[in-house]
């Protein structure tokens, strides 16, 4: 019954309900209570809402449940006599209101029960008190090794940071523990390795070094060591930040952006269409929400099988994203077709637009370069420069691959962890990994296609789409051959002697030209 009428019967038993030692005002206010913590109930129930949302709820209505149970027990006083038909209705609409509250109370507590036993979080205890607030331990040591502050997820589960703070205590998780015991000594010699390798390396980028190799130093400490290593150059490395067009997406996976990389292509000559010169690209995705690089690789061909393949091993890592957004190039050409045949047509899985318009993985491309591989685009050119390297020669192109493509792809993968790990000053100083766990615990009830995959299993096995191929084989695949057609014993006598290379070895320069020697006499022969 709609609450306006229970207000008229309510009129109608005043006299009654002052003989039973109730005032009109008193049921008319519960009743209205008991209405609105219904509904609210109902709607937290509908939006999936948190756990912490519906122990709330679970609260209110065993109140309410009481509260009516109460009332009714008083209004049961009246002598039989003296119940009017008026007051006899009201105590049905109670009683029924009292199903209701009683029924949606039970589908409240099967759902905490639900989410509970999906976290595998530990059983409430009755204390005879205030239940204590429900924190996932595994999460919260999660968030812990990847350096979240306890007051950011403290904020995200809905409790006070002095709960989180005590909470993270219990299972032994310090704050002064998660630092590591480096001497200054030490920090600096890890310093001066990480800028031997990235000379253009600053605070941000050293610290995700470091994270990388699992060293955790205050940001204070890792200023004051690049000033002693780094000297002068360091301070005047900080460029006046460039104000931008905010960027934001819904949550972790929601879109990855997905690019080509031509920088280590040069300036190329085309012949029939193919880029003849060093003939290198580099496929990468990066998380919108996140900024975390999802896959980073290089290739000697930027076909749309070397992008599936790469776009694959980075769902691998991180799960399916719901949607990619890339450019109109033919390499996008097979991930688009897949990701719309497994989000469906009505979906926007796969979204195209200028590449300049990309914004995330246009950014992200601004750090590869400085911090990875401009370095390898200096060596090439002084290779051309000494006249060891013929952009036109098939074998010379072939050995370059050959030697350089893992030593690319190493680079690669150190530049990944290390920008995935880096904090970023927009983000209140939390790092992509960070931002992507937070994330996904901040939309856990969400619904959203990728959240909802990350804590419940992907739709399809993303190792049964993967060829299972040998690192050589890969290699030979990835390498340019242009119309070499190389024999078995070259390939043997290639990986005995040029291969494994080792970057303290010097810039691989005598391996490239070893390379070439070994290709030329299987050849003349």
């Given at each position: 019954m709609?609450?306006?009428?229970?207000?008229?019967?309510?009129?109608?038993?005043?006299?009654?309900?002052?003989?039973a030692?109730?005032?009109?005002?008193?049921?008319?206010?519960?009743?209205?209570n008991?209405?609105?913590?219904w509904?609210?109930?109902?709607?937290?129930?509908?939006?999936?809402?948190?756990?912490?949302?519906?122990?709330?709820?679970?609260?209110?209505?065993?109140?309410?449940?009481?509260?009516?149970?109460?009332?009714r027990a008083?209004?049961?006083?009246?002598?039989?006599?003296?119940?009017?038909?008026?007051?006899?209705?009201?105590?049905?609409?109670?009683?029924?209101?009292?199903?209701?509250?009683?029924?949606?109370?039970?589908?409240?507590?099967?759902?905490?029960?639900?989410?509970?036993?999906?976290?595998?979080?530990?059983?409430?205890?009755?204390?005879?008190?205030?239940?204590?607030?429900?924190?996932?331990?595994?999460?919260?040591?999660?968030?812990?090794?990847?350096?979240?502050?306890?007051?950011?997820?403290?904020?995200?589960?809905?409790?006070?940071?002095?709960?989180?703070?005590?909470?993270?205590?219990?299972?032994?998780?310090?704050?002064?523990?998660?630092?590591?015991?480096?001497?200054?000594?030490?920090?600096?010699?890890?310093?001066?390795?990480?800028?031997?390798?990235?000379p253009?390396?600053?605070?941000?980028?050293?610290?995700?070094?470091?994270?990388?190799?699992?060293?955790?130093?205050?940001?204070?400490?890792?200023?004051?060591?690049?000033r002693?290593?780094?000297?002068?150059r360091?301070?005047?490395r900080?460029?006046?930040?460039?104000?931008?067009?905010?960027?934001?997406?819904?949550?972790?996976?929601w879109?990855?952006?997905?690019?080509?990389?031509?920088?280590?292509?040069?300036?190329?000559?085309?012949?029939?269409?193919?880029?003849?010169?060093?003939?290198?690209?580099?496929?990468?995705?990066?998380?919108?929400?996140?900024?975390?690089?999802?896959?980073?690789?290089?290739?000697?061909?930027?076909?749309?099988?070397?992008?599936?393949?790469?776009?694959?091993?980075?769902?691998?890592?991180?799960?399916?994203?719901?949607?990619?957004?890339?450019d109109?190039g033919?390499?996008?050409?097979?991930?688009g077709?897949?990701?719309?045949?497994?989000?469906?047509?009505?979906?926007?899985?796969?979204?195209?637009?200028?590449?300049?318009?990309?914004?995330?993985?246009?950014?992200?491309?601004?750090?590869?370069?400085?911090?990875?591989?401009?370095?390898?685009?200096?060596?090439?050119?002084?290779?051309?420069?000494?006249?060891?390297?013929?952009?036109?020669?098939?074998?010379?192109?072939?050995?370059?691959?050959f030697?350089?493509?893992?030593?690319?792809?190493?680079?690669?993968?150190?530049?990944?962890?290390?920008?995935?790990?880096r904090?970023?000053?927009t983000?209140?100083?939390?790092?992509?990994?960070?931002?992507?766990?937070?994330?996904?615990?901040?939309?856990r009830?969400s619904?959203?296609?990728?959240?909802?995959?990350?804590?419940?299993?992907?739709?399809?096995?993303?190792?049964?789409?993967?060829e299972?191929?040998?690192?050589?084989?890969?290699?030979?695949?990835?390498?340019?051959?242009?119309?070499?057609?190389i024999?078995?014993?070259?390939?043997?006598?290639?990986?005995?002697?040029?291969?494994?290379?080792?970057?303290?070895?010097?810039?691989?320069?005598?391996?490239?030209?070893?390379?070439?020697?070994?290709?030329?006499?299987?050849?003349?022969?």
């Amino acid at each position: 019954m709609k609450l306006l009428q229970i207000i008229v019967i309510i009129a109608a038993a005043r006299l009654f309900l002052y003989v039973a030692g109730v005032t009109p005002g008193e049921v008319s206010d519960l009743l209205y209570n008991a209405q609105t913590v219904w509904r609210e109930a109902r709607d937290v129930l509908d939006s999936a809402s948190s756990i912490q949302a519906m122990t709330e709820q679970e609260q209110e209505l065993q109140r309410i449940v009481s509260d009516i149970r109460v009332m009714r027990a008083r209004l049961q006083r009246i002598p039989g006599p003296e119940q009017t038909p008026s007051l006899h209705e009201l105590m049905i609409e109670m009683r029924q209101l009292e199903q209701n509250i009683g029924t949606t109370l039970e589908e409240c507590r099967l759902q905490i029960d639900a989410a509970t036993q999906q976290r595998n979080l530990p059983a409430q205890e009755n204390t005879g008190g205030r239940p204590r607030f429900v924190i996932d331990p595994v999460s919260m040591t999660e968030s812990f090794h990847a350096g979240v502050a306890f007051n950011v997820q403290a904020r995200i589960q809905g409790v006070s940071e002095s709960t989180m703070y005590r909470r993270r205590r219990e299972h032994g998780l310090v704050q002064g523990n998660r630092y590591s015991n480096i001497s200054d000594a030490d920090l600096d010699l890890e310093m001066a390795r990480i800028l031997e390798g990235d000379p253009n390396c600053g605070r941000s980028m050293a610290v995700g070094a470091l994270r990388r190799e699992r060293i955790n130093v205050q940001r204070r400490r890792v200023s004051e060591s690049l000033r002693r290593v780094g000297g002068p150059r360091v301070e005047a490395r900080f460029p006046i930040p460039v104000r931008r067009q905010r960027y934001r997406a819904v949550c972790p996976g929601w879109v990855w952006h997905i690019d080509s990389y031509h920088k280590l292509n040069g300036h190329p000559r085309r012949d029939n269409r193919h880029a003849v010169r060093w003939g290198i690209s580099v496929q990468g995705a990066v998380d919108g929400y996140s900024k975390t690089c999802t896959f980073l690789m290089a290739a000697g061909c930027n076909t749309a099988d070397q992008m599936k393949r790469c776009f694959l091993l980075g769902v691998r890592e991180y799960g399916f994203p719901s949607r990619i957004r890339t450019d109109g190039g033919s390499e996008n050409v097979e991930i688009g077709r897949f990701m719309v045949e497994l989000r469906g047509a009505r979906h926007n899985a796969h979204f195209t637009g200028s590449s300049v318009h990309n914004v995330p993985i246009e950014r992200y491309w601004g750090i590869v370069g400085p911090h990875c591989t401009n370095r390898f685009k200096l060596l090439f050119q002084q290779f051309e420069e000494e006249g060891i390297l013929d952009t036109l020669s098939d074998v010379d192109i072939f050995a370059l691959h050959f030697v350089y493509l893992p030593i690319i792809n190493a680079a690669l993968e150190e530049c990944r962890q290390t920008t995935n790990n880096r904090p970023i000053r927009t983000a209140g100083n939390m790092s992509p990994n960070q931002m992507r766990i937070t994330g996904y615990e901040l939309y856990r009830n969400s619904g959203y296609t990728s959240v909802h995959e990350h804590f419940n299993g992907p739709p399809i096995d993303v190792e049964t789409l993967i060829e299972n191929e040998g690192e050589e084989d890969y290699l030979m695949r990835i390498c340019r051959h242009g119309e070499l057609e190389i024999q078995q014993e070259c390939i043997d006598a290639l990986f005995r002697e040029v291969l494994p290379f080792e970057p303290q070895n010097g810039n691989g320069r005598d391996k490239f030209l070893l390379a070439k020697i070994i290709i030329l006499h299987y050849e003349d022969n």
